[in-house]
């Protein structure tokens, strides 16, 4: 699936590995589940490494581990599914996550700006959206009243002329 | 009122374009109807029984002239010349057509107005006391915290894809008039021990097919801190809320099954965190702008009497339908939408232009949507009462029953309505025309009928004295009744009295209830009172004692 980072098509350097696969040596990614059992040896691997939850995985699981990751996928079970919105807010506020949040499976271009807001940057998309419907989403709203993960002025500061 | 500055004004344009974009995809198959479905919910675009359904955001109820004529334009231009207000202080039109539906709301942003969040599983369009600023019980107008709330609630990027929907209504007094309960979230302002002003917060209230009252979970909230606290329990509903079950999904559930204490745990926990941030805090400087935007008119100094009118119904009128002012020679008037034998909360177009000219004569500002789908003229000098009284009347618009048995809520029902299991709106025209004699309205008192036509409840049958919920019994529609229920301070949720009762006996069941209240009462007792002192028995002994006639 293509990925998009700061609206543009990226490579993804990321393996996605199964459960019961071996480790390559490149940068990897591995579920919660995993993580959480293999932790000691995960951590102190040579490359990169990313963990991916489920709508209903909390990253408040991940805890201090979370500023050690490089990359964390927050998966969308369903576009309706609003969880991982609050998940991405945890990792950026209370866990300090300053690495890669990635969004993975069923969303709606008509998210993409909420998603970008609360502090997405990676989106793992279908071939629908382009990097142009990308692009378009982020901008359909240009004034916002709530401050959020992507530090954008609020309307409120922009009235103050701050 | 609030008016928009050129930031709002910009954000609800583009929303518009941006719901435009959203309408062509749909009409070329790029979007398909459940990708597209929360897109125009979010929008206020339902798709009901025949066609779909716009509904309005009219904030805290409050509306300018110049928004009741572009109201009326939209109901001759775009659909079939009435509107419908609706218990959450909005508007519906109830045939719109998905093609126009960008255009009618591109007219509304012309007059500041939009159907952002009206729907859909986010916080919707926020409610307040429809006497707002004008009540003499009041501490202060909560509007200006209805629009902070608005504003922040506006497109929120966190809390758009919500496990359900998410109701907030604020107050600024003891008296509640915005049914604060019965609300997921309630903003009450009041005072602490120093004489600050500031507000508890209440959470986990709700109807539907699971009723609770909300609970306190912020007893003192300072102003400058509410978002951070609002935020905070949104996030935990966000993360928390059930999503497995439809039914199971509104905060209400999450709240009780949680508990007051480790509710207040979770949200403490989320608000430190948010209120050290910084970033959420409503500067004084931006609580007084709002303030000013909301400033009441200047009361003249006037003789505080009602003056007399040679029209003897004037008297009848003045009697229910005018409330106490703060300032003398003031009153609040309710206009009835609640015409003996018509549809609750319908308003045709000639009215609403006609309510403008009104407006403008006797220079009314505002107008406000009362829950109860009413309107509600809120600084009426009093003099000037008879003459407004006389152009009321002569548009139909005078009925003299404001919290009268006649004062019936009902939801659209069956008539319109996807989900009604059956109709509302003929037993509400069915009751009023039973009790349509003012001498025997008066004789009974205030009594709030509440009718839905299904459990979801937007005919509010929990918090009615006497609530109507109509079920479907194996393709046939039953109802039925509810005793007990209030939404004001006093809130309480109905008991369910028995077995339902067919639409022929329905209007006999409610007499017979009402007969029983009268035979029962002491003293100046409403109904609501003899109820709670009595108890069910003697109303379902009453109502059930024999077969009750088929022939109505």
């Known amino acids: 699936m293509p990925l998009i980072k700061h609206g543009a098509l990226a490579e993804n350097l990321f393996a996605d590995v199964a459960d019961s696969a071996p480790l390559p040596d490149e940068p990897a990614i591995v579920s919660l589940a995993r993580f959480l059992a293999e932790r000691e040896t995960l951590l102190a691997r040579n490359a990169p490494l990313g963990v991916r939850l489920k709508s209903e995985e909390s990253p408040a699981a991940l805890g201090e581990d979370a500023a050690r990751l490089s990359l964390i996928v927050l998966e969308f079970a369903k576009f309706r599914d609003g969880r991982a919105f609050s998940w991405a807010r945890m990792l950026r506020t209370r866990l300090g996550f300053r690495g890669e949040i990635r969004a993975a499976g069923d969303f709606l271009t008509d998210q993409l700006a909420f998603m970008h807001r609360v502090g997405f940057d990676g989106f793992e998309v279908s071939e629908k959206i382009t990097p142009e419907a990308f692009r378009r989403a982020l901008g359909e709203m240009r004034f916002v009243y709530q401050p959020s993960a992507d530090g954008k002025k609020t309307i409120r500061e922009l009235r103050a002329g701050s | ?552």
């Open chain 2, 1 to 552: 009122m609030y008016r928009y500055d050129e930031f709002d004004a910009v954000f609800v344009r583009e929303r518009v374009e941006q719901f435009r974009y959203q309408v062509a995809r749909r009409l070329s198959g790029e979007l398909n109807e459940d990708q597209f479905k929360p897109l125009r919910l979010m929008n206020g675009l339902y798709l009901q029984l025949h066609a779909y359904m716009l509904r309005i955001a009219v904030p805290y109820g409050t509306l300018s002239a110049r928004q009741l004529r572009m109201l009326a334009h939209i109901a001759r231009k775009y659909d079939k010349g009435y509107g419908h207000f609706t218990t959450r202080q909005n508007l519906q039109f109830n045939w719109p057509k998905l093609k126009d539906v960008p255009d009618i709301l591109a007219e509304l942003a012309t007059v500041e107005m939009h159907a952002i969040q009206t729907s859909g599983n986010c916080i919707r369009n926020v409610t307040a006391d429809h006497f707002a600023g004008a009540a003499a019980d009041e501490i202060e107008d909560p509007r200006p915290t209805a629009e902070i709330v608005r504003q922040w609630s506006s497109l929120h990027p966190e809390f758009t894809f919500l496990p359900r929907k998410f109701k907030i209504a604020v107050s600024g007094s003891a008296h509640d008039r915005a049914a604060l309960k019965f609300h997921d979230v309630a903003v009450q302002i009041v005072k602490n021990k120093a004489g600050e002003t500031g507000y508890r917060v209440l959470v986990g209230g709700g109807m539907g097919r699971t009723p609770y009252l909300g609970y306190v979970v912020g007893d003192f909230v300072a102003k400058p801190d509410l978002l951070a606290f609002l935020e905070s329990v949104l996030r935990v509903y966000n993360e928390q809320g059930r999503r497995d079950n439809l039914y199971k999904s509104r905060i209400k559930i999450l709240a009780h099954t949680l508990g007051e204490a480790e509710m207040r745990r979770l949200v403490a926990r989320e608000f430190s965190e948010i209120k050290a941030a910084g970033t959420l805090t409503v500067p004084d400087e931006e609580l007084k702008r709002i303030a000013a935007y909301f400033a009441p008119p200047a009361f003249e100094k006037l003789d505080d009497v009602l003056p007399e009118s040679a029209d003897k119904d004037f008297a009848d009128w003045a009697k229910t339908n005018l409330h106490r002012h703060r300032a003398p020679g003031y009153a609040i008037a309710t206009i009835s939408l609640k015409p003996i034998g018509g549809v609750p909360g319908d308003a045709s177009h000639q009215q609403l232009d006609a309510l403008a000219d009104l407006m403008d004569e006797f220079g009314q500002a505002e107008i406000r949507v009362s829950h109860e789908q009413n309107l509600v003229l809120p600084h009426v000098r009093k003099k000037d009462l008879p003459a407004i009284f006389a152009r009321l009347k002569k548009l139909g618009l005078a009925t003299p029953n404001a919290g009268l048995v006649t004062d019936i809520i009902a939801c659209p029902g069956l008539d319109y309505c996807d989900l009604a299991n059956a109709r509302s709106i003929p037993v509400a025209q069915a009751i009023a025309k039973r009790f349509s004699d003012l001498s025997r309205q008066h004789e009974i008192g205030e009594l709030k009928i509440k009718i839905s036509g299904c459990i979801n409840a937007c005919g509010h049958h929990h918090a009615g004295h006497i609530g109507i919920l109509g079920v479907d019994k194996k393709g046939v529609e039953f109802y039925q009744l509810q005793l007990g229920g209030s939404a004001a301070e006093d809130a309480s949720i109905g008991e369910i009295m028995g077995p339902g009762f067919g639409a022929h006996e329905i209007v006999d069941a409610v007499e017979r209830v009402i007969e029983t209240y009268l035979k029962l009462r002491v003293g100046g007792e409403r109904f609501l009172d003899t109820y709670r002192r009595v108890g069910m028995e003697p109303f379902r002994n009453m109502t059930y004692r024999e077969q009750l006639h088929a022939a109505h």
